[in-house]
């Protein structure tokens, strides 16, 4: 398994259970290996898990198992004298991340899933793994198509004489670890209304640059809003700091700012 589509299952973050097969072939302890040996060859499978009759996992028998057993000339040999009671397992609840890690870690091609009860559930291969990530990116996708669609044509929909959307966001003093939030935002709701890219482009920009300025300049931050409408986007910064008392010297001196000496050292303002 490639690590992007492992990077790409940890983001996903579903279960087990929702991609394992269920549909699971096993055999008891009691069953002869004779009768194991036509089960694998039918089958075309190289193991199978071993269940009680309670249902719980016990153990594996292998092809290894078999050929042991009969290079021993131990051809009526049971399962439950041969099987491998070392057991590599996942639960049903577990994410899969945890699982495609843990097929990493262990090289085995297939893991027996088990519920809470220890009860075999299912059974998880590479394969399973790969076909719900494809389902659930094709899923995600078509999420987003839709909402995409129903955002760009908010503006058809709706019978009114003037339609407007208006985005409010509050930006905190000082808050550095979330600068550029409210601009990101702006960003991906002009995106999904189908904002032509120039104007998205240009909003962001001059949104992410307000933003900073109420981070790095307003004392109690501010507020930005945009004004949707099917024609142009209108954004509106407002804070209530002091201001710039002498904009004439603000304009005609060089290097001239009322920035904190704080803030200057912080590398902003001059």
Not at 30 to 50: C, D, H, N, T, Y
Not at 138 to 161: L, N
Request: aromatic content about 4%; overall charge neutral.
């Amino acid at each position: 398994m490639a690590d992007q589509e492992i990077t790409r299952v940890q983001k996903l973050e579903f279960r087990v259970g929702q991609v394992m097969t269920r549909n699971v072939i096993f055999v008891r302890p009691s069953a002869p290996l004779l009768e194991v040996k036509e089960i694998m060859r039918r089958q075309r499978i190289s193991g199978l898990p071993v269940v009680d009759s309670n249902g719980a996992l016990i153990g594996v028998i292998s092809v290894e198992d078999l050929l042991r057993s009969f290079g021993q000339g131990e051809f009526n040999a049971t399962v439950r004298k041969n099987m491998s009671k070392s057991l590599i397992t996942v639960s049903d609840t577990d994410s899969v991340d945890t699982a495609a890690q843990k097929f990493q870690q262990t090289g085995v091609g297939r893991l027996p899933v088990v519920n809470a009860r220890g009860q075999l559930v299912g059974i998880l291969t590479k394969g399973d793994i790969t076909r719900g990530l494809l389902h659930e990116i094709q899923t995600e996708t078509q999420d987003e198509e839709i909402c995409r669609y129903r955002a760009s044509h908010i503006f058809h929909d709706v019978e009114s004489d003037d339609t407007s959307l208006l985005l409010r966001y509050t930006v905190a003093p000082r808050d550095f670890n979330n600068g550029g939030g409210a601009s990101s935002k702006i960003k991906r709701t002009l995106t999904r209304l189908g904002t032509d890219s120039q104007i998205v482009r240009r909003a962001a920009i001059a949104s992410y640059e307000a933003e900073m300025n109420l981070i790095i300049h307003a004392d109690h931050g501010g507020q930005i809003t945009a004004k949707v409408d099917a024609l142009q986007v209108t954004l509106r910064v407002e804070d209530d700091g002091p201001g710039i008392v002498d904009v004439r010297r603000a304009l005609e001196e060089p290097g001239y700012t009322t920035t904190s000496q704080e803030i200057r050292q912080m590398g902003f303002g001059g």
